[in-house]
């Protein structure tokens, strides 16, 4: 069964404390993962595709990067302003329209 | 900067109302969706549209219908509302050509009461 699943489901840190996120897949053929980042009461926002395995993405304090089996979102030296829940999809090669999406990380950095 | 809107942020119905939701995109994206967000369970695909006039079932239709007259709107509509459809909505749209990221809506936060 195709699925999803991220970790921690919560997660808090002091600001300047680095930390990553996990996303674990299962997809009978990946076309890509796709890292989301929701403010309470907002939409999704898009933050980064990967495609293979290997492959790293960067964005400010932001670094993506995916293996076959999972990713993982590496938070460097967070601000409070990082605060949000994060979203990790995955994209099925059989159907460029079906997404499978974690329940996604709560992140809460303390001043 | 506006790219998907949707009509209503918050929205309280009573049991048996019809409801209309609707979502309208800028970017002349041919593929829309909506989905519903609850707590522990992420984001789960309610219908999608590849064009005008056509859609397709996702995972949780029951109780929804949608409809797409033009490109650009897509709306879902709750035929009879009832308190298990008490929910966030996310509507999204999506490039036929690209099949990259999904841009999404703000949301329509709904209660039926």
């Known amino acids: 069964e195709d699925q999803v699943t991220q970790s921690p489901e919560a997660l808090r840190l002091q600001e300047g404390e680095s930390s990553s996120l996990n996303c674990s897949y299962t997809v009978s053929g990946l076309r890509g993962l796709f890292w989301y980042r929701q403010d309470p009461g907002k939409g999704p926002e898009f933050l980064f595709t990967l495609y293979s395995a290997g492959e790293e993405k960067e964005k400010e304090r932001l670094k993506a990067t995916l293996t076959k089996k999972e990713s993982f979102l590496h938070i460097t030296a967070p601000k409070p302003e990082d605060s949000a829940t994060y979203l990790c999809?995955?994209?099925?090669?059989?159907?460029?329209?079906?997404?499978?999406f974690g329940s996604g990380t709560k992140l809460n950095v303390k001043p | 900067d506006v790219k998907v809107t949707q009509s209503s942020r918050y929205l309280v119905k009573r049991t048996g109302e019809k409801v209309f939701l609707e979502c309208v995109q800028d970017?002349?994206?041919?593929?829309m969706f909506w989905y519903r967000q609850d707590p522990g369970l992420g984001l789960r695909l309610i219908y999608f549209s590849y064009d005008v006039k056509m859609k397709e079932k996702g995972d949780i239709p029951e109780g929804y219908s949608v409809s797409r007259e033009k490109k650009e709107r897509f709306s879902l509509i709750l035929e009879s509302a009832s308190t298990n459809q008490t929910s966030m909505y996310l509507c999204?749209?999506?490039?036929?050509?690209?099949?990259?990221?999904?841009?999404f809506g703000p949301g329509t936060r709904l209660t039926v009461l």
């Open positions: 999809a995955v994209q099925a090669t059989y159907n460029f329209n079906k997404f499978y």
């Open positions: 999204a749209s999506i490039s036929g050509l690209s099949y990259n990221e999904q841009f």
């Open positions: 970017m002349d994206h041919e593929n």
